[in-house]
């Protein structure tokens, strides 16, 4: 049972536009969402969170969106880069644990 | 600050050995977690270790162990290895402090272990 679901393997986007990648998680328990990118043969790089608490956080051209009633997020970059093209993995924790859950992954290319 | 550091980075081993992966976790850092990374399952979670105890783990068998030094270094072991525990073991690292906010989690480069 995928508690945290990325429903598009794949997003192509032209160079200077957005990127919107999606996520959708199960578990009303989950308390704090993470978004990684990750390119091949190395581990995952933190890009942006954002707590139950809040519907938006922001961090230069990465804005995260949380819509706790349809328990949806989104992750937007703006504007897109040549050097953004990677595999994105959503992740979620419940209140005060460690143990983060992942999506599958959305393999972001950029077209330049 | 150096970043999370994993050894080895490869590893080929046959089925039926055992192996040893070791994280050292950021500096200041006191909970290491471990993920498993397969193309079909993706990333899973293995157990975190918070001061020397673990603390969560997730839904592997036995032969998946850990252990946490007074250090915040941490070693996972595989016994009896399996074809199927071929993959990438990923550790991260976490400040976890106090209370009930969330500290990120940092990943290392992981070790790519192949068992033939």
């Known amino acids: 049972d995928q508690q945290v679901k990325q429903n598009s393997p794949s997003l192509s986007v032209q160079e200077g536009r957005i990127s919107i990648l999606n996520c959708d998680y199960t578990?009303?328990?989950?308390?704090?969402f993470l978004w990684y990118k990750k390119y091949p043969a190395e581990g995952p790089t933190f890009l942006i969170s954002?707590?139950?608490?809040?519907d938006k956080n922001e961090d230069g051209r990465f804005t995260v969106f949380l819509n706790k009633s349809a328990k949806h997020l989104s992750l937007h970059i703006v504007p897109s880069q040549p050097g953004d093209s990677a595999v994105y993995f959503c992740?979620?924790?419940?209140?005060?644990?460690?143990?983060?859950?992942f999506g599958k992954g959305t393999k972001l290319s950029v077209i330049p | 600050k150096a970043g999370v550091t994993q050894t080895p980075r490869y590893l080929i081993k046959t089925r039926g050995q055992q192996v040893t992966l070791s994280c050292s976790p950021i500096?200041?850092?006191?909970?290491v977690s471990w993920y498993q990374q397969t193309p079909g399952q993706g990333l899973q979670f293995l157990f975190e270790?918070?001061?020397?105890?673990?603390?969560n783990k997730g839904n592997f068998p036995g032969r998946f162990s850990g252990r946490q030094f007074s250090n915040s270094r941490s070693e996972m072991n595989v016994s009896t290895l399996e074809l199927g525990d071929s993959a990438l073991y990923l550790c991260?690292?976490?400040?976890?402090?106090?209370?009930?906010?969330?500290?990120?989690?940092?990943f290392g480069p992981g070790t790519r272990l192949t068992v033939l």
């Open positions: 992740a979620a924790a419940g209140a005060g644990s460690y143990q983060l859950t």
């Open positions: 991260a690292s976490s400040f976890r402090g106090g209370g009930s906010s969330y500290n990120e989690q940092f």
């Open positions: 578990n009303s328990m989950f308390d704090y």
């Open positions: 500096s200041g850092h006191r909970s």
């Open positions: 270790y918070f001061s020397e105890t673990q603390r």
């Open positions: 954002i707590s139950s608490i809040k």
